[in-house]
């Protein structure tokens, strides 16, 4: 069995500081790195990918929506062409540094409402989709396992792989629970790792409503704006080495 364990990187902001990437990032095999619209700016990006480049971490672009205030959690209007045209521009504002840095991109992963609303949209996940392969064919779409994103990356040929979140809980249906519901946000060590190690053996999670629903995973996310991002991937990393579970990029 092998799993890539992701986490989102590059998330500060001028002199906002989120997150503990030089930390994080000695414990994940894929970082996947904001695009300067849901939050980040031109040096925080040149220094997340350094500190990818020099860990051995496999980079992606984490397009969201232009909302720095809102952290690209807050769901915009946005048509298909323009929600394409933002995905492209961020990629190429990532890929310029990762070119710099001698190191080639590898996945895009899309933020927040953006990715959520593609999830269950067969318009904006296309849209994402082809802004992706019309920029380079070879990175792989990483989306909601069962999601739209999914079914769209199949549609242009675009290699995908399918996302669960250690961090997050679920709906029936298998999104996420919206971030504005109690118990959205899981932050109990012990019930993470527990649920890392069902998703990836059984392919199930269970539920917030207590079922338990069918997923496939891939890659496993953990929030790097989660207070506990750093303790969550120490030990997810340490149980996976226990049951023999192989870490490693997309």
């Known amino acids: 069995m092998k799993i890539d364990l992701n986490c989102d990187l590059g998330e500060s902001f001028g002199n906002y500081k989120i997150g503990m990437d030089e930390e994080v990032i000695k414990y994940i095999s894929s970082a996947n790195i904001a695009c300067g619209f849901h939050a980040s700016d031109p040096l925080v990006m040149v220094k997340t990918v350094s500190l990818a480049k020099e860990n051995g971490v496999s980079i992606g672009a984490h397009p969201g929506y232009p909302d720095l205030v809102g952290f690209g959690r807050r769901n915009m209007n946005v048509a298909p062409e323009e929600l394409k045209a933002m995905v492209q521009y961020q990629i190429g504002a990532l890929n310029a540094f990762c070119k710099s840095a001698g190191i080639k991109m590898n996945h895009v992963k899309p933020h927040g409402a953006m990715y959520n609303m593609a999830a269950k949209d067969e318009k904006l996940a296309l849209a994402i989709a082809e802004g992706i392969a019309e920029v380079d064919y070879s990175l792989i779409l990483l989306g909601l396992s069962g999601s739209q994103l999914l079914t769209a990356a199949a549609t242009v040929g675009l290699k995908c ?37 069902k998703m990836i053996k059984e392919e199930k999670v269970k539920t917030i409503t207590g079922k338990e629903i069918s997923i496939c995973p891939h890659s496993i996310c953990v929030h790097g704006d989660n207070p506990k991002a750093l303790n969550f991937v120490k030990v997810i990393r340490q149980r996976l080495l226990q049951e023999n579970i192989k870490i490693e990029a997309l």
Do not use: C, Q
């Not at 669960?164 to 249906?173: G, I, K, M, P």
């Not at 919206?178 to 959205?184: N, P």
């Open 161 to 197: 792989a399918n996302e669960v979140f250690a961090d997050r809980a679920y709906e029936e249906d298998g999104s996420l629970v919206a971030r504005t519901k109690a118990g959205a946000v899981i932050t109990d060590e012990e019930e993470v790792i527990e649920r890392v190690i």
